[in-house]
Protein backbone atom coordinates (compact mmCIF):
# COMPACT_ATOMS: atom_id res chain seq x y z
CA UNK A 1 0.00 0.00 0.00
CA UNK A 2 3.34 2.29 0.01
CA UNK A 3 6.67 1.60 -0.74
CA UNK A 4 9.63 4.60 -0.04
CA UNK A 5 10.20 6.93 2.32
CA UNK A 6 6.94 8.92 2.05
CA UNK A 7 5.39 5.45 3.49
CA UNK A 8 5.58 1.89 3.98
CA UNK A 9 3.01 -0.71 4.87
CA UNK A 10 2.01 -4.13 3.10
CA UNK A 11 -0.47 -6.76 3.86
CA UNK A 12 -0.41 -10.19 3.56
CA UNK A 13 -3.40 -12.64 4.33
CA UNK A 14 -5.24 -15.59 3.94
CA UNK A 15 -8.93 -16.68 3.71
CA UNK A 16 -9.56 -15.46 7.80
CA UNK A 17 -6.59 -13.56 8.84
CA UNK A 18 -4.48 -11.18 7.47
CA UNK A 19 -1.16 -9.32 8.66
CA UNK A 20 0.67 -5.89 8.23
CA UNK A 21 4.24 -5.03 7.38
CA UNK A 22 4.85 -1.61 8.47
CA UNK A 23 2.66 0.95 9.15
CA UNK A 24 4.08 4.10 7.89
CA UNK A 25 0.92 5.21 5.88
CA UNK A 26 -2.08 7.31 7.04
CA UNK A 27 -4.86 4.90 8.55
CA UNK A 28 -7.55 6.87 6.00
CA UNK A 29 -5.26 5.61 3.53
CA UNK A 30 -5.05 2.13 4.45
CA UNK A 31 -8.63 1.54 5.05
CA UNK A 32 -9.56 2.90 1.48
CA UNK A 33 -7.19 0.50 -0.05
CA UNK A 34 -8.30 -2.30 1.99
CA UNK A 35 -11.95 -1.39 1.17
CA UNK A 36 -10.66 -1.61 -2.39
CA UNK A 37 -9.98 -5.04 -2.48
CA UNK A 38 -13.29 -6.50 -0.18
CA UNK A 39 -10.84 -7.06 3.03
CA UNK A 40 -11.84 -5.61 6.71
CA UNK A 41 -9.82 -3.49 8.75
CA UNK A 42 -10.95 -6.18 11.52
CA UNK A 43 -9.32 -9.12 9.58
CA UNK A 44 -5.70 -7.81 10.66
CA UNK A 45 -4.23 -9.60 13.57
CA UNK A 46 -0.78 -8.09 13.88
CA UNK A 47 1.31 -5.77 12.87
CA UNK A 48 5.08 -6.47 12.08
CA UNK A 49 7.42 -3.46 12.34
CA UNK A 50 10.65 -3.51 10.65
CA UNK A 51 12.62 -0.64 12.25
CA UNK A 52 11.55 2.61 14.35
CA UNK A 53 11.86 5.30 11.56
CA UNK A 54 9.07 7.08 10.91
CA UNK A 55 7.97 6.02 7.33
CA UNK A 56 7.59 2.92 8.37
CA UNK A 57 5.88 3.44 12.09
CA UNK A 58 3.85 6.59 12.17
CA UNK A 59 0.27 5.04 12.30
CA UNK A 60 1.47 2.42 14.70
CA UNK A 61 0.05 3.82 17.54
CA UNK A 62 -3.54 4.49 16.24
CA UNK A 63 -3.16 0.64 15.02
CA UNK A 64 -2.29 -0.46 18.45
CA UNK A 65 -4.26 1.57 20.46
CA UNK A 66 -7.31 2.85 18.32
CA UNK A 67 -7.87 -0.79 16.64
CA UNK A 68 -6.37 -3.16 19.19
CA UNK A 69 -4.43 -4.79 16.74
CA UNK A 70 -1.13 -5.98 18.31
CA UNK A 71 2.07 -4.49 17.09
CA UNK A 72 5.08 -6.70 16.99
CA UNK A 73 8.99 -5.36 17.12
CA UNK A 74 11.65 -5.81 19.24
CA UNK A 75 12.49 -4.36 22.26
CA UNK A 76 15.03 -2.09 20.95
CA UNK A 77 12.69 -1.40 17.97
CA UNK A 78 9.54 -0.64 20.10
CA UNK A 79 12.20 1.75 22.36
CA UNK A 80 12.82 3.47 18.97
CA UNK A 81 8.85 4.17 18.54
CA UNK A 82 8.36 5.48 21.98
CA UNK A 83 10.77 7.89 21.46
CA UNK A 84 9.70 8.84 18.07
CA UNK A 85 7.61 11.88 17.57
CA UNK A 86 5.73 10.96 14.53
CA UNK A 87 4.25 8.15 17.05
CA UNK A 88 3.27 10.29 20.05
CA UNK A 89 1.48 7.72 21.31
CA UNK A 90 2.70 5.20 23.61
CA UNK A 91 1.80 0.96 23.59
CA UNK A 92 -0.16 -0.66 26.29
CA UNK A 93 -1.66 -3.31 25.89
CA UNK A 94 -0.84 -4.23 21.91
CA UNK A 95 2.80 -4.13 22.91
CA UNK A 96 4.10 -7.50 21.13
CA UNK A 97 8.26 -8.14 21.88
CA UNK A 98 9.59 -10.10 18.39
CA UNK A 99 13.24 -12.08 19.25
CA UNK A 100 15.56 -12.25 16.67
CA UNK A 101 15.29 -15.74 14.91
CA UNK A 102 12.78 -17.36 17.00
CA UNK A 103 9.82 -18.07 15.54
CA UNK A 104 6.22 -17.45 16.28
CA UNK A 105 2.52 -17.65 15.37
CA UNK A 106 0.21 -14.95 14.68
CA UNK A 107 -2.47 -17.60 13.89
CA UNK A 108 -1.86 -19.49 10.50
CA UNK A 109 1.57 -17.71 9.89
CA UNK A 110 4.77 -18.59 11.21
CA UNK A 111 7.12 -16.05 11.09
CA UNK A 112 11.01 -15.68 11.90
CA UNK A 113 12.77 -12.27 12.19
CA UNK A 114 16.05 -11.75 11.35
CA UNK A 115 18.94 -8.47 11.40
CA UNK A 116 19.29 -6.58 8.95
CA UNK A 117 22.03 -3.55 9.23
CA UNK A 118 20.65 -0.24 8.65
CA UNK A 119 20.93 3.37 10.54
CA UNK A 120 17.68 2.44 12.56
CA UNK A 121 18.19 1.79 16.16
CA UNK A 122 17.68 -1.77 15.04
CA UNK A 123 16.59 -3.32 11.93
CA UNK A 124 14.88 -6.59 10.49
CA UNK A 125 13.47 -9.10 7.66
CA UNK A 126 10.63 -10.84 8.20
CA UNK A 127 10.51 -14.86 7.14
CA UNK A 128 6.67 -15.59 7.00
CA UNK A 129 5.28 -19.91 6.26
CA UNK A 130 2.08 -20.34 5.21
CA UNK A 131 0.39 -23.29 3.34
CA UNK A 132 4.12 -24.38 2.23
CA UNK A 133 4.93 -20.78 0.94
CA UNK A 134 7.64 -18.67 2.19
CA UNK A 135 7.06 -14.72 1.91
CA UNK A 136 10.53 -12.71 2.67
CA UNK A 137 10.58 -9.05 3.05
CA UNK A 138 13.84 -7.05 3.02
CA UNK A 139 13.75 -3.38 3.34
CA UNK A 140 16.19 -0.27 4.13
CA UNK A 141 19.34 -2.82 3.46
CA UNK A 142 22.74 -1.33 4.13
CA UNK A 143 24.60 -3.77 2.87
CA UNK A 144 24.11 -7.98 2.22
CA UNK A 145 24.78 -9.96 4.94
CA UNK A 146 24.98 -13.93 5.20
CA UNK A 147 22.14 -13.61 7.49
CA UNK A 148 19.90 -11.77 4.72
CA UNK A 149 21.18 -14.59 2.02
CA UNK A 150 20.23 -17.30 4.09
CA UNK A 151 16.56 -16.29 4.59
CA UNK A 152 16.33 -14.69 1.12
CA UNK A 153 17.31 -18.01 -0.64
CA UNK A 154 14.55 -19.44 1.10
CA UNK A 155 11.90 -17.68 -1.00
CA UNK A 156 9.40 -17.89 -3.09
CA UNK A 157 8.02 -14.79 -2.74
CA UNK A 158 10.39 -12.05 -2.13
CA UNK A 159 10.49 -7.77 -1.35
CA UNK A 160 13.89 -6.57 -1.23
CA UNK A 161 14.57 -2.82 -1.36
CA UNK A 162 16.43 -1.59 -4.67
CA UNK A 163 16.78 2.25 -3.44
CA UNK A 164 18.99 3.85 -5.61
CA UNK A 165 20.55 3.96 -9.06
CA UNK A 166 25.00 4.92 -8.42
CA UNK A 167 24.63 6.99 -11.44
CA UNK A 168 22.08 8.98 -10.22
CA UNK A 169 23.27 9.60 -6.76
CA UNK A 170 26.69 10.34 -7.73
CA UNK A 171 25.43 13.85 -10.03
CA UNK A 172 22.06 14.08 -8.01
CA UNK A 173 21.53 17.56 -5.92
CA UNK A 174 21.65 15.71 -2.75
CA UNK A 175 24.70 17.13 -0.11
CA UNK A 176 27.79 14.95 0.04
CA UNK A 177 27.25 13.98 3.48
CA UNK A 178 23.42 12.07 2.67
CA UNK A 179 25.24 10.37 -0.59
CA UNK A 180 27.72 9.04 2.62
CA UNK A 181 24.69 7.85 4.78
CA UNK A 182 22.97 6.52 1.69
CA UNK A 183 26.11 4.22 0.37
CA UNK A 184 28.35 4.04 3.29
CA UNK A 185 26.62 0.20 4.46
CA UNK A 186 24.22 1.42 6.80
CA UNK A 187 21.76 3.07 4.79
CA UNK A 188 20.22 1.60 1.49
CA UNK A 189 21.24 -0.94 -1.25
CA UNK A 190 21.91 0.59 -4.93
CA UNK A 191 19.88 -1.33 -8.22
CA UNK A 192 23.37 -3.11 -9.12
CA UNK A 193 23.93 -4.82 -5.40
CA UNK A 194 20.43 -5.41 -5.26
CA UNK A 195 20.59 -7.49 -9.11
CA UNK A 196 24.06 -8.75 -7.83
CA UNK A 197 22.48 -10.27 -4.64
CA UNK A 198 19.16 -11.99 -6.76
CA UNK A 199 21.53 -14.08 -9.49
CA UNK A 200 23.61 -15.77 -6.40
CA UNK A 201 20.46 -16.29 -4.84
CA UNK A 202 17.74 -17.18 -7.58
CA UNK A 203 16.50 -21.18 -7.34
CA UNK A 204 13.49 -22.43 -9.51
CA UNK A 205 11.40 -22.16 -5.63
CA UNK A 206 11.65 -18.25 -6.59
CA UNK A 207 8.43 -17.16 -7.83
CA UNK A 208 8.34 -13.80 -7.48
CA UNK A 209 10.38 -10.52 -6.71
CA UNK A 210 9.32 -7.44 -6.03
CA UNK A 211 11.83 -4.19 -5.75
CA UNK A 212 10.81 -1.81 -2.85
CA UNK A 213 12.30 1.47 -1.42
CA UNK A 214 12.83 2.79 -4.64
CA UNK A 215 14.02 6.21 -4.29
CA UNK A 216 11.88 9.15 -5.77
CA UNK A 217 15.03 11.37 -6.61
CA UNK A 218 17.64 8.68 -7.49
CA UNK A 219 15.70 6.02 -8.96
CA UNK A 220 13.53 5.75 -11.56
CA UNK A 221 11.48 2.03 -11.69
CA UNK A 222 12.06 1.18 -15.02
CA UNK A 223 16.12 1.58 -14.21
CA UNK A 224 15.61 -0.77 -11.43
CA UNK A 225 13.18 -3.23 -13.42
CA UNK A 226 16.19 -3.23 -16.53
CA UNK A 227 19.02 -3.35 -13.89
CA UNK A 228 18.09 -6.68 -12.44
CA UNK A 229 16.17 -8.34 -15.47
CA UNK A 230 19.56 -7.98 -17.43
CA UNK A 231 21.86 -9.24 -13.95
CA UNK A 232 18.95 -12.09 -14.12
CA UNK A 233 19.75 -13.00 -18.05
CA UNK A 234 23.11 -13.12 -17.73
CA UNK A 235 22.92 -15.76 -15.94
CA UNK A 236 20.41 -17.41 -18.14
CA UNK A 237 16.98 -16.69 -15.82
CA UNK A 238 14.56 -15.10 -17.98
CA UNK A 239 12.08 -12.82 -16.49
CA UNK A 240 8.60 -13.31 -16.89
CA UNK A 241 9.12 -16.88 -17.64
CA UNK A 242 11.28 -18.55 -14.97
CA UNK A 243 10.41 -15.52 -12.56
CA UNK A 244 8.33 -12.78 -11.77
CA UNK A 245 9.82 -9.08 -11.36
CA UNK A 246 7.38 -5.95 -10.52
CA UNK A 247 8.64 -2.43 -9.00
CA UNK A 248 6.51 -1.13 -6.29
CA UNK A 249 5.00 2.11 -6.50
CA UNK A 250 5.23 4.60 -3.38
CA UNK A 251 1.79 5.62 -3.26
CA UNK A 252 0.40 3.46 -6.01
CA UNK A 253 -1.17 0.44 -4.29
CA UNK A 254 -0.24 -2.61 -6.21
CA UNK A 255 -3.21 -4.53 -6.01
CA UNK A 256 -3.44 -8.42 -5.00
CA UNK A 257 -1.14 -11.12 -6.22
CA UNK A 258 -2.72 -14.96 -5.28
CA UNK A 259 0.40 -16.94 -4.27
Not at 12 to 24: E, R, T, V, Y
Not at 138 to 147: F, H, L, P, S
Request: glycine share 8%.
Amino acid sequence: MGSGSSGNCYYLGSNGNGIFIDAGIGIRTVSKALREYGVSLHKIKGVLITHDHADHIKTAGCLGNKHNIPIYATEAVHEGILRNKAVQVELYQSKRVVEKEQPFFINDFKITAFDVPHDSIENVGYHIEFDNQVFVLITDIGRITDKIREYASKANHLVIEANYDELMLQSGKYPYMLKQRICNGMGHLSNRHTAEFLTGIYNKGLQNIWLCHLSQDNNRPEIAFKTVEQALSSEGVEVGKDVRLETLSRHKVSGLREF
